[in-house]
């Protein structure tokens, strides 16, 4: 199965940051790769898939990029609704589909 | 509105066996593969089990495999898993999922998911 690795796990940051979140898969997946937010006792929620294709209804401060193996989830202006725990998934080999373990953006 | 509400989860005794049901509405249920998403209290995303359209196409992950079976009925816009042998480290929380395909596959991703549903292994 393909790893997802996810960095940093956790991060303190404050309203208005530009925040990065990396994923470095243990092999190519090309552009199979998908970004959910998920806040406490909710559902994940799809914000990007392909990469950097953003999910209808996610604001325009969430941005996807990268190629392979080394992907980034970029909020460009952290607002008070964004503190929450980001996932990346991969979907280049079948059936074993596997996310990343996870990156908690808390308030500074 | 699109909508997916899980049930049937609760505490089961180690060895048993429970079933989860997941009914959608808001969509053409039978134009989409669906699966299973599980996650550990306080631990991250684990997919579980996918299933196709028609059920002709269908998958596991290797912790389940065996033990677990997912269906669908399209006639009743129903998902489900059948969880047999269950083991303490089944725990979690079972999200039913929306896939944007009709097959799970290469470039799939989870564009809805259900509110979850607690399943405990315990004796």
């Known amino acids: 199965d393909i790893q997802m690795t996810q960095s940093p796990s956790s991060l303190s940051a404050s309203v208005g940051d530009r925040v990065t979140i990396t994923c470095r898969a243990s092999?190519?997946?090309?552009?199979?790769l998908s970004w959910y937010q998920q806040k406490p006792g909710e559902a994940p929620k799809l914000l990007i898939y392909?990469?950097?294709s953003l999910q209808s209804g996610v604001p325009s401060r969430f941005s996807g990029s990268g190629s392979g193996t080394d992907f980034t989830l970029t909020i460009s202006s952290l607002h008070p609704e964004d503190f929450a725990t980001y996932y990346c998934?991969?979907?280049?080999?079948?059936?074993?589909?596997?996310f990343g373990g996870g990156t908690k953006v808390e308030i500074k | 509105e699109l909508q997916m509400v899980e049930s049937g989860g609760g505490l089961v005794q180690p060895g048993r066996s429970l079933r989860l049901s997941c009914a959608a509405s808001?969509?053409?249920?039978?134009?989409?593969?669906m699966h299973w998403v599980r996650q550990a209290p306080g631990k991250g995303l684990e997919w579980v089990s996918g299933?196709?359209?028609?059920?002709?196409?269908?998958g596991y992950a290797d912790s389940v495999k065996g033990r677990f079976t997912i269906s669908r009925d399209n006639a009743r816009n129903s998902l489900y898993l059948q969880m047999n042998s269950l083991r303490a480290e089944d725990t979690a929380w079972y999200y039913c999922?929306?896939?944007?395909?009709?097959?799970?596959?290469?470039?799939?991703?989870?564009?809805?998911w259900g509110q979850g549903i607690l399943v405990t292994v315990s004796s």
């Open positions: 999922a929306k896939d944007h395909m009709l097959v799970p596959g290469t470039g799939t991703f989870f564009d809805y």
């Open positions: 808001g969509f053409t249920f039978d134009d989409y593969a």
């Open positions: 299933i196709s359209w028609n059920s002709g196409n269908i």
């Open positions: 092999q190519s997946v090309s552009s199979f």
């Open positions: 392909a990469i950097s």
């Open positions: 998934q991969q979907s280049y080999t079948t059936p074993a589909l596997t």
